[in-house]
């Protein structure tokens, strides 16, 4: 009797303090010896108990999803609003958590205000550039204490990689200039408003061969003007077909000729070939996720994260758009993360975590 008392204990014992290393080992603990582990967070994620708990423990880098972006925290020339961007601040000062900028300029989600005039015409260049100055001066005074890095320029480069066009030209930044030269501004004015934070270009596709070759043909162009650049994002909105490892550890090994910091800035693995922004599904409602493809989800982020590892010398973040599948930007269909519609972990978060080398 005593005999199975004493294996019971034992048993007990053995059961406990492995649930407690299973809970202790988590995503910003494995990758210690590596890099950070980011997430982009909105307020629920941030408000609920239950998921600001797997914020806490998996995460020591936040980036706010939308509410950091022009439109949000300056909707009208000179009228800002704060109330929501604070309290992703506030909630990475209580937690001790460093906090990315995102992002300053970008031709989405920005008031129309910063191009035009009254009138609804376009604005001169210098009117243009003086907003921005304004704008960036602002934003980024304010959060000067808590974010160390800016995603200054977002999604400049043409997408299209059989057009001859270097640059994007559907937005407000183009119609206006016709030229690059407001991406330097960006960089400049951010500097002069926080010489610390490190500043950014962010773009996606960033392995597709042509658009790679422009990015790094523009960022060279900067540095070897003076521009203050310290750093590329790689958003990494990837599917289970691609990019491939070969394009995934090129982009970071060419990316490090220039700058001395790349971080993945938006990383998600979408269960269809879709890439970009289009194809989203609803974000509520049942959906079955096919096996195979999870499958092939948990191989890609396997091998993925074999190759950000060994590119730990170059890689400072690796920050992924949305905490669960419960909540991506492109809905429940492309369950693109580590974590389920429950916020619990899926088979992949063991994966990522319990790797072997
Ligand atoms: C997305 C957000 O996740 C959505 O909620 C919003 O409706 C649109 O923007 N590239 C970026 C991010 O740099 O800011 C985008 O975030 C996703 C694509």
């Not at 439109?71 to 209580?94: I, M, N, S, T």
Request: charged letters at 25%; a negative charge.
């Amino acid at each position: 009797m005593k005999r199975i008392y004493l294996i019971l204990s034992a048993a007990l014992l053995f059961a406990a303090s492995y649930v407690a290393n299973a809970q202790m080992y988590t995503l910003k603990d494995a990758y210690k010896p590596y890099f950070s582990v980011g997430v982009a967070v909105n307020l629920r994620n941030i408000s609920d108990p239950q998921q600001s708990a797997v914020v806490l423990r998996n995460f020591n880098s936040i980036t706010a999803e939308n509410v950091m972006k022009p439109q949000l925290v300056h909707p009208y020339q000179g009228e800002f609003d704060w109330e929501d961007a604070d309290k992703v601040a506030d909630f990475c000062r209580q937690n001790g958590i460093k906090l990315r900028g995102h992002c300053l300029m970008w031709h989405k989600q920005i008031g129309e205000w910063m191009f035009k005039d009254e009138n609804g015409n376009y604005v001169s260049k210098e009117i243009l550039f003086d907003r921005m100055r304004t704008h960036i001066n602002a934003v980024v005074n304010r959060y000067k204490d808590i974010v160390y890095c800016w995603d200054v320029v977002n999604e400049a480069i043409n997408d299209d990689s059989t057009s001859p066009d270097f640059y994007r030209t559907t937005s407000g930044f183009w119609e206006i200039c016709h030229d690059g030269e407001w991406i330097e501004k960006a960089f400049q004015y951010a500097r002069e408003a926080d010489p610390n934070a490190l500043l950014f270009y962010n773009d996606f596709n960033e392995c597709d061969p042509v658009k790679r070759q422009r990015i790094y043909d523009m960022v060279k162009k900067m540095k070897a003007k003076g521009v203050p650049i310290d750093g590329i994002g790689m958003q990494a909105h990837y599917n289970i077909f691609g990019p491939s490892m070969k394009e995934v550890d090129k982009t970071i090994k060419m990316f490090s000729e220039l700058v001395e910091h790349i971080h993945v800035t938006e990383l998600d693995v979408r269960l269809t070939n879709s890439t970009g922004g289009n194809q989203r599904y609803a974000q509520t409602g049942e959906v079955t996720l096919n096996e195979e493809d999870l499958k092939k989800q948990e191989e890609y982020y396997d091998e993925l994260f074999k190759v950000f590892r060994k590119n730990k010398k170059y890689l400072d973040v690796v920050t992924f758009w949305n905490l669960a599948d419960a909540d991506s930007w492109l809905g429940r269909q492309n369950a693109p993360l580590l974590f389920d519609f429950n916020f619990r972990p899926k088979p992949v978060y063991r994966t990522v975590v319990n790797f072997k080398d």
